[in-house]
């Protein structure tokens, strides 16, 4: 299946021709090395990954569903075999550049939200902005609307612990979307989460995917939740052991 073609809010760069998959790992390998233990947590890797795409990953715990994301969003690189994310090699790109695409074109989501305590929603939605060095005035607009797109209008000054789950995560969804990115990883985004914000957050993944053209790219123990991705990998043993493609949504019950 192919999604979209080099719609330059999706492609990581502008001349992106959407002939190259957005991501494209050649057996990737991860090696931890723990005292005399060695973990194979990723054993040769194939995977593309289409602009557009909403994809998600499945498999046992320890089966290196988040080695893999951690390599994919630039956060960690593999010991072994290629990575390429919009034709770029990240393993031989500039520091720089890799800090700059991770601020400015991928977005994270996790578990356990990850947003920094005794700091309004408002602040914590800032924090890209922040690091970019955009002025103050424009910080706070663009977070605003950040929140505002996520349903939490209102609740700027609220810190995280007056926060529901839910809405916690929507704040850490509004902080990942600041920045305008083309890919969000959310690694078990509703993992916390009741059933009811739950399908919230992922109502909200799937309008940021059908919307806005972002890649998602997600993590999760939940087969209704990977209902709403449009491809479902399943992991074991760092392997990619199942790649189907289907029509969204065909188990999620309203
Ligand atoms: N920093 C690390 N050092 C050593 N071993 C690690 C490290 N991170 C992960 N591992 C090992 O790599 C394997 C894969 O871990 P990973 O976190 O990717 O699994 P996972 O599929 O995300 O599991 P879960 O569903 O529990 O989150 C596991 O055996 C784990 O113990
Ligand atoms: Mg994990």
Redo the contacts with the bound molecule.
Sequence with gaps: MTHGSGDSRAGLTSGGNGSTPLILCEDLW?I???GDVE?R??QGVNLAIDRREFVAIM????????????ILGCLDQPTRGRYRLDGLDVATAKPDLLAELRNRRIGFVFQNFNLIPRTSALENAQLPLFYRGLPIREQRRQAAAALERVGLAGREQHYPTQLSGGQQQRVAIARALVGSPSILFA??PTGNLDTSSSREIMGILERLNCEDGITIIL?T?ESDIAAYASRELV?KD?QIVQDVQRMPHLSVTS
Excluded: I
């Excluded at 498999?59 to 951690?70: A, P, R, W």
């Design positions: 991860k931890y090395r723990v973990v947590a990723l498999g046992t715990s320890g089966s290196g569903k988040s080695t893999l994301m951690n690694d078990e993590v123990h992991m760092g």
